[in-house]
């Protein structure tokens, strides 16, 4: 590949990316941002976690990562707990408000795939996610 079609690949990428976020975010209005969705979803899909280990499975700092729960714990979408093997370990987890929030959020999700993808055939969406499954398998081999 040429550096001229990577560059572009990387900008159609990115700009894709960039315009679902952004759709996303104009139909939830704005609740909370993809940062603090993906803490939720981790949290949905994990159970209760360190700060540390969701700030690292989704690449943020632990700056970011103390101000997006801070955020979430003041609007009640998770809370604090002990760690039941070590009672100085604080573990985030989710409420049914942040649930609630969540599936509200995937709903939103859903519809936008939806009408992106429309205009693909079958085909083509099974190609397209066969194609990115293929390139996350690479960055997850090697790290």
Not at 21 to 36: C, E, H, T
Not at 61 to 71: E, F, K, L, V, Y
Not at 72 to 89: C, H, N, W
Not at 134 to 142: G, H, M, P, T, V
Request: hydrophobic share 35%.
């Amino acid at each position: 590949m040429d550096k001229d079609t990577l560059l572009e690949l990387i900008h159609t990428t990115e700009m894709i990316n960039n315009e679902t976020v952004l759709r996303f975010m104009k139909r939830f209005d704005g609740k909370l941002n993809i940062s603090q969705i993906m803490v939720l979803y981790l949290l949905r899909k994990n159970g209760a976690s360190m700060p540390s280990k969701i700030s690292k499975s989704l690449g943020y700092t632990t700056g970011a990562m103390t101000g997006i729960s801070d955020r979430l714990i003041k609007d009640g979408y998770v809370v604090k707990k002990t760690s039941p093997e070590d009672r100085r370990a604080v573990l985030l987890d989710i409420t049914d408000s942040g649930i609630k929030l969540l599936d509200d959020a995937r709903e939103h999700g859903q519809k936008i795939s939806e009408e992106i993808f429309s205009i693909l055939s079958d085909e083509e969406v099974r190609q397209y996610t066969e194609i990115q499954k293929k390139i996350l398998d690479y960055y997850e081999a090697n790290e």
